[in-house]
């Protein structure tokens, strides 16, 4: 008796979350859309090629929007200027193992005091990633 007065509430609610989550969902798919239309163009080549004419590593800023790309599954083209967080949905977790992963591929190192909290950009990014020195290796005795 109990359980069938709780089905059309538990049915309604359920039915609520269902329906909220679905216009997240065909939110997220348009704004994607239209952020890649918005974009046509944009590649790596020419992020890089912009990121070069203010002194930006090629090497660093090509391998920082692979990695966006392919690691971290943007699927639209990706600018400088966008937030890591708001535009791409990184949340601070998520750009320290970005830091931590990228500084491990391009074989530099992370100096204590270098990072200038909170990274907000793609091009601080870049620019922290440049900032850090390579790491240096002993030699054999």
């Given at each position: 008796m109990w359980l069938k007065q709780q089905v059309w509430p538990i049915g309604i609610?359920?039915?609520?979350?269902?329906?909220?989550?679905?216009?997240?969902?065909?939110?997220a798919s348009?704004?994607?859309?239209v952020l890649s239309?918005?974009?046509?163009?944009?590649?790596?080549q020419t992020f890089v090629e912009h990121l070069a004419q203010y002194n930006f590593n090629p090497l660093i800023t090509g391998t920082t929007y692979r990695y966006l790309q392919e690691v971290q599954q943007i699927k639209f083209p990706i600018l400088?200027?966008?937030a890591l967080d708001e535009d791409l949905g990184l949340d601070s977790d998520d750009v320290d193992q970005v830091?931590?992963?990228l500084l491990r591929s391009l074989n530099r190192e992370e100096v204590p005091g270098l990072?200038?909290?909170?990274?907000?950009?793609?091009?601080?990014?870049?620019?922290?990633?440049?900032?850090?020195?390579?790491?240096?290796?002993?030699?054999?005795?």
């Open positions: 609610l359920i039915t609520l979350v269902a329906v909220t989550f679905m216009v997240l969902k065909l939110s348009y704004r994607n859309a239309r918005q974009r046509r163009g944009v590649t790596e400088p200027s966008d830091i931590h992963e990072r200038q909290e909170p990274i907000l950009t793609v091009e601080g990014l870049v620019r922290h990633l440049q900032a850090s020195p390579r790491k240096k290796y002993k030699a054999a005795a």
